[in-house]
């Protein structure tokens, strides 16, 4: 029997729109209450302390606007559940830029509060439809920006992690269009049938080869909740100590996903 062709997810393009400028607002609020000595901390980004974590955060954001400026592609070459595995290639980019980022824009709040103003502008400019040249390869602007509902879930996550009590709170849209994203993306790189991993309330996949699972309760399970999903894809959590904390439980012979995990480094 042939293997069954999954379905490419679909998202609403005014949710996902919503849900960026909804995650955005929430960090440039909390932002704006950061004094010198708590944008001075250090983050879990390596060297970057978290003004350098907020000037990247406002970076992913303008990646919009980078696209919107450069020649429209000829076709779609890509998927959007593609994007999570293109974006190592440029650590080393990234991390420059960020730094300039950082040294460009002393007064972060007017900077977000710049960003905020031109998306807004871009969003209403261009149709969802407009093809842009990305780090993973030519995609529409609606799906561009889910791709952006995972860099800003992911920062603010690690915001929240470098500033104590800071807890900026995730957009729902945000958090569900993320941590859907990052489950496709692990169907994509362990194609198969035999284990479903389930993020509640957002997403179920089925992944990894072996006998497919056709009815009844499948013989290997993962579960676990959207934020220990997002940091176990992105390389925040490792899948030992998800597991020895108990904020994974992994039933069956096939649902240790430690070797495909992170899919973002």
């Known amino acids: 029997m042939p293997p069954v062709r999954k379905r490419a997810r679909s998202y609403d ?52 606007h980078r696209a919107l400026d450069r020649p429209t592609p000829p076709k779609q070459d890509v ?4 994007w999570p595995f293109a974006t190592a290639a440029n650590a ?47 995609l529409p602007l609606d799906d561009y920006l889910v791709t952006r509902t995972v860099e800003l879930v992911v920062h603010t996550d690690d915001l929240n992690a470098a500033v104590p009590g800071l807890q900026v709170p995730y957009d729902r849209q945000a958090l569900a269009a993320a941590t859907r994203l990052l489950a496709d993306a692990l169907a994509v790189k362990a194609p198969g049938g035999s284990t479903e991993v389930r993020v509640p309330p957002y997403a179920v996949v089925q992944c990894v080869e072996g006998p497919r699972h056709t009815r009844g309760t499948p013989p290997n399970v993962v579960e676990t909740d959207p934020l220990t999903w997002v940091r176990l894809a992105t390389g925040r959590l490792a899948w030992k100590d998800a597991v020895a904390d108990a904020r994974v439980s992994a039933s069956g012979e096939r649902a240790d996903l430690g070797p495909l995990l992170p899919l973002m480094a």
Do not use: C, K
Request: aromatic share 4%.
């Open 92 to 138: 080393g980019a990234i991390h420059d830029f960020t730094r300039g980022q950082a040294t460009a824009h002393p007064d972060l709040d007017a900077h977000l509060a710049e960003v905020e103003r031109s998306l807004r502008a871009l969003l209403e400019q261009y149709p969802g439809g407009r093809l842009l040249e990305t780090n993973a390869g030519a």
């Open 79 to 82: 998927t959007v559940v593609r």
């Open 13 to 64: 393009a005014a949710r996902t729109r919503a849900a960026v400028l909804a995650q955005f607002g929430n960090v440039r609020e909390a932002v704006r209450g950061l004094g010198p000595e708590q944008l001075a901390l250090p983050t879990r980004l390596g060297e970057w302390t978290v003004r350098e974590l907020v000037a990247h955060i406002g970076m992913a954001v303008t990646a919009v």
